[in-house]
């Protein structure tokens, strides 16, 4: 009785601690309580008490110094990867940070931040899968703090969910697509240009406002897939317009490459919805230069909730379609890096397979009676859009 008096006493004393270090913001931060306090949903009043108890330790930059600071990154974001640190250590000479300059968390975040972060982040929480997997201190360090470090308040979940919304909306991305290389494209005002570590070792360089170029792509049925470019430029901050069968136009920024020769993929898709037949996406250089290796289409599968079902504990053989026959590990001869033969006859356990649940909808193959004998990170898509 006396332990939990104490354990009861040491909570308390940390939040009423904390309340008095707020100052003139204690009435902010007693508001967020009081919002919290009957909610149905117990876990926000905790996580109100939580972020409050911790908050005195935390603290961002303010002023003309963070104004630089934040417009050094910028910079670098419109930078080749190989550039970025050069020119972020010759901005940052430049930054002098002063005490003046500090904002502790605990004086200065408002009521209406703190609420909207906490119904944010229990939201999130209660919306996941495997949320009943983990324990509150997962919740607690992971999914609810507000930021990172030490950087500048913002709605980073908002600006999450609207710039990836398929990772809470259910749709899972294949890891693989269909390729289009850019000569199959036609192109307008734009050229072919040699270029050995392209697909086909050479690329269309759009040098010009006119520059585009003009891929046909049938489809057999109506689908989603995600649009993904491998490109390069050099000229900074390179723009495309994307336009799909003649319809609206979404413009794509291309971060730099190091130069015009070094080609990477977008760092995020565009998602693009394909109709039935005969499809134009058309590509039309904005602002910059650049080169397109290829196009890149990836199916977008949505999950199917009723059919989440955890197959760890149960062994599967892999046939063949064609020909009836059964993959067959054996463990004296076959390592990880052997294919897989078929044989016709599985009843032998050692040449059964188990799968092992990894999180949906990844899984790990393994030998029934061997988990040394494994493949890694299956991928299985129930249903397609």
């Known amino acids: 009785m006396c332990f939990l008096l104490s354990m009861f006493s040491s909570c308390h004393s940390r939040l009423q601690d904390a309340l008095k270090a707020a100052g003139e913001n204690r009435a902010e931060l007693e508001r967020v309580l009081d919002h919290f306090r009957n909610?149905?949903?117990?876990?926000?009043?905790?996580?109100?008490?939580?972020?409050?108890?911790?908050?005195?330790?935390?603290?961002?930059?303010?002023?003309?110094?963070?104004?630089?600071?934040?417009?050094?990154?910028?910079?670098?974001?419109?930078?080749?990867?190989e550039k970025r640190d050069s020119i972020f250590d010759k901005c940052?000479?430049?930054?002098?940070?002063?005490?003046?300059?500090?904002?502790?968390d605990i004086k200065s975040v408002s009521a209406?931040?703190?609420?909207?972060?906490?119904?944010?982040?229990?939201?999130?929480?209660?919306?996941?899968?495997?949320?009943?997997?983990?324990?509150?201190?997962?919740?607690?360090?992971?999914?609810?703090?507000?930021?990172?470090?030490n950087e500048s308040l913002s709605s980073w979940r908002k600006f999450i969910v609207q710039e990836y919304p398929y990772m809470n909306n259910g749709i899972?991305?294949?890891?693989?697509?269909?390729?289009?290389?850019?000569?199959?494209?036609?192109?307008?005002?734009?050229?072919?240009?040699?270029?050995?570590?392209?697909?086909?070792?050479?690329?269309?360089?759009?040098?010009?406002?006119?520059?585009?170029?003009?891929?046909?792509?049938?489809?057999?049925r109506e689908v989603w897939k995600r649009l993904n470019l491998r490109y390069a430029t050099a000229s900074g901050v390179a723009k495309i317009i994307m336009s799909l069968n003649d319809g609206k136009n979404d413009t794509?920024?291309?971060?730099?490459?190091?130069?015009?020769?070094?080609?990477?993929?977008?760092?995020?898709?565009?998602?693009?919805?394909?109709?039935?037949?005969?499809?134009?996406i058309c590509l039309a250089l904005f602002a910059g230069t650049c080169s397109i290796d290829n196009i890149q289409l990836f199916n977008l599968n949505k999950l199917n909730a009723a059919r989440l079902?955890?197959?760890?504990?149960?062994?599967?053989?892999?046939?063949?379609?064609?020909?009836?026959?059964?993959?067959?590990l054996h463990q004296e001869k076959d390592t990880i890096s052997t294919a897989f033969s078929f044989a016709k006859d599985m009843l032998d356990r050692q040449a059964q397979l188990r799968f092992c649940y990894q999180g949906y909808p990844r899984w790990n193959l393994f030998a029934a009676n061997?988990?040394?004998?494994r493949v890694q990170n299956l991928v299985i898509i129930p249903d397609s859009l």
Not at 42 to 58: C, D, Q, V
Not at 174 to 192: E, H, I, P, Q, W
Not at 309 to 328: G, M, T
Not at 370 to 373: A, E, K, N, P, R
Request: proline fraction near 3%; aromatic fraction near 12%.
């Open 172 to 220: 899972i991305c294949a890891k693989k697509g269909d390729v289009f290389s850019s000569d199959t494209a036609r192109l307008f005002n734009a050229r072919m240009l040699k270029s050995p570590s392209a697909t086909n070792e050479k690329a269309a360089f759009l040098d010009m406002p006119s520059s585009k170029m003009l891929f046909e792509i049938d489809a057999s």
């Open 309 to 328: 079902v955890d197959y760890s504990q149960h062994i599967y053989q892999v046939r063949n379609a064609a020909n009836h026959r059964c993959i067959a």
């Open 370 to 373: 061997d988990s040394s004998l």
């Open 39 to 81: 909610d149905p949903d117990t876990l926000k009043y905790s996580a109100a008490k939580f972020l409050i108890e911790n908050m005195p330790y935390h603290y961002t930059y303010k002023g003309e110094s963070m104004a630089q600071f934040q417009q050094a990154y910028r910079l670098i974001g419109c930078s080749a990867k």
């Open 112 to 149: 209406d931040y703190l609420i909207k972060a906490i119904d944010e982040a229990c939201e999130l929480w209660h919306q996941v899968k495997w949320e009943k997997e983990y324990g509150s201190a997962i919740f607690f360090d992971y999914v609810l703090p507000y930021r990172l470090l």
């Open 92 to 104: 940052a000479k430049n930054i002098n940070f002063t005490k003046d300059d500090v904002a502790i």
């Open 252 to 280: 794509i920024v291309l971060t730099p490459t190091k130069n015009i020769y070094t080609f990477k993929n977008m760092a995020k898709g565009k998602e693009v919805r394909l109709r039935k037949g005969k499809n134009r």
